[in-house]
């Protein structure tokens, strides 16, 4: 079982930015793949960013490919969202997502939400002038 813990969300401005952090525990976290999904009031939980166990492979939707950046401290046990240039259309509950994978699979990254087992509680992000 691994247990994440999202912080950073806000309110911010359109074209503003936040960086949101999600800090890993109960497993080692260099064997995790990492990602980041959104769920809007009345929509379906989202892809937003997926990091691969190396840390050298990441995906986006195109909805915020440029805009936004994931990445990960190993040493710190945490991974980040970046996102820049935020729209009124990113607000949402963002959730850190993981899942433990065999080494074989090192550079592999997931945008399914079905591919994760272990979720944060969210954040809310909202964007609004």
């Known amino acids: 079982q691994v247990q994440l813990v999202e912080s950073g969300g806000g309110l911010v401005l359109p074209g503003g930015s936040l960086r949101l952090s999600c800090a890993a525990s109960?497993?080692?976290?260099?064997?995790?793949?990492l990602g980041w999904f959104r769920q809007a009031p009345g929509k379906e939980r989202e892809f937003v960013a997926a990091?691969?166990?190396?840390?050298?492979?990441?995906d986006y939707p195109d909805s915020v490919k440029g805009r936004f950046a994931i990445s990960r401290d190993n040493a710190k046990n945490t991974v980040y969202l970046q996102m820049n240039s935020l729209k009124p259309e990113d607000t949402a509950v963002y959730y850190c997502?993981?899942?433990?994978?065999?080494?074989?699979?090192?550079?592999?990254?997931?945008?399914?939400?079905?591919?994760?087992?272990?979720w944060g509680q969210g954040t809310q992000v909202t964007v609004s002038s």
């Open positions: 997502a993981a899942v433990v994978r065999p080494a074989a699979y090192y550079s592999s990254v997931y945008s399914s939400r079905y591919s994760y087992d272990n």
């Open positions: 109960g497993r080692t976290f260099s064997s995790l793949a």
């Open positions: 990091i691969s166990q190396s840390g050298l492979r990441t």
